[in-house]
C-alpha cells in the first residue's frame, strides 16, 4: 500500500471550497484513495460528504493511501495539492 502523510496547507482546512477541490483531484488521478487523520477511520477521497466529516483543520496531518498499482506519482501530486493548498491538481510534482 502506497501513502503520504501530509499537513492540510489550507487555512480553513478541509473544509467547503478546499475539500471539492480535494474530492474533484482525488476522482481525476482515476485510481482509488483513502484519506483519514491519523488517529481516524480512512474514507474514500472521493466523496465530498466523507472528506468534510474528517473535519480536518489547516495544519492538521492527514493520511493519503492507494493499493492501486502505479499509486505514487497519483499520491504525490494530491500531497503536493493538499500541503501547498493549491487551486488545482498539478500536472506534475
Same mark, same amino acid.
Given at each position: 500500500m502506497a501513502e503520504r502523510r501530509v499537513n492540510v496547507g489550507w487555512a480553513e482546512g478541509l473544509h467547503a471550497r478546499p475539500a471539492s477541490i480535494f474530492v474533484r483531484a482525488a476522482t481525476a488521478s482515476g485510481i482509488p484513495v483513502t484519506v483519514s487523520k491519523a488517529d481516524g477511520n480512512p474514507v474514500n477521497a472521493?466523496?465530498? !460528504?466523507?472528506? !468534510?466529516? !474528517?473535519?480536518?483543520?489547516?495544519?492538521?496531518?492527514?493520511? !493519503?493511501?492507494?493499493?492501486a498499482e502505479n499509486a505514487e506519482a497519483a499520491l504525490d501530486r494530491l500531497a503536493k495539492l493538499v500541503a501547498e493548498g493549491l487551486d488545482e491538481l498539478p500536472e506534475t510534482v
Open positions: 472521493a466523496s465530498m !460528504l466523507a472528506v !468534510l466529516g !474528517l473535519g480536518a483543520h489547516g495544519g492538521e496531518e492527514i493520511i !493519503l493511501a492507494s493499493e
